[in-house]
């Protein structure tokens, strides 16, 4: 008998303790939402921000590995971030949403910006193409400004990722 995952009273995805299950329940959760060069993060929008967090190595606050965006209205961790000129988007329950990051460095960028309770008016990732010619960002739009998420040098798929939020630029303004 096959000991399938299951959501708990908090919503939280339990993996299986049977190997055989954990296997197969492995290739039926990937958490990845959405990965390329352009996208709409669709079931963001119109949701209202509870955490943003940031992962880094850096001693720069703004330059980031991971960013982490929970909403009000959802128990899941959507990890957001630029590789290989593109960008990814993922949703993890709250168990394994800082996996592989525990020994980086957190930012609270709600605080920082004071982002809690904001609402998302538009959630993109824009701008990039497969060929690595136009390297993709993320902009979220929040009534109060835009967060952006981009390379370093907007020519090379190999820098850093760095956030900042920005109080005047709004989507379509």
Known sequence: ???????????QL?????YYAR?????????????????????????????????????SDDVIE?????VTEDSDWHRLFLDAGI?????????????????LRMIDLTDRWKLAGEKILAADCLGGNWD????SRFLIELGTGSLHLNFSDSTDM????????????????
């Open 66 to 70: 991971m960013l982490f965006l929970r």
């Open 23 to 59: 296997l197969i329940w492995s290739f039926c959760t990937m958490p990845r939402l959405a990965n390329g060069p352009s996208f709409r993060l669709e079931s963001l929008v119109g949701k209202h921000v509870a955490e943003i967090v940031s992962a880094t190595d850096s001693t």
């Open 158 to 173: 190999d820098s850093d990722s760095v956030i900042s939020f920005d109080s005047t630029t709004r989507i379509g303004t």
């Open 132 to 135: 690595g010619s136009t390297l």
């Open 87 to 103: 960008g990814f988007w993922e949703a993890w329950c709250q168990a394994d949403a800082f996996a592989d990051y525990e020994d």
């Open 14 to 18: 339990c993996i299986p303790t049977n």
């Open 1 to 11: 008998m096959l000991n399938l995952p299951y959501r708990d009273a908090e919503r």
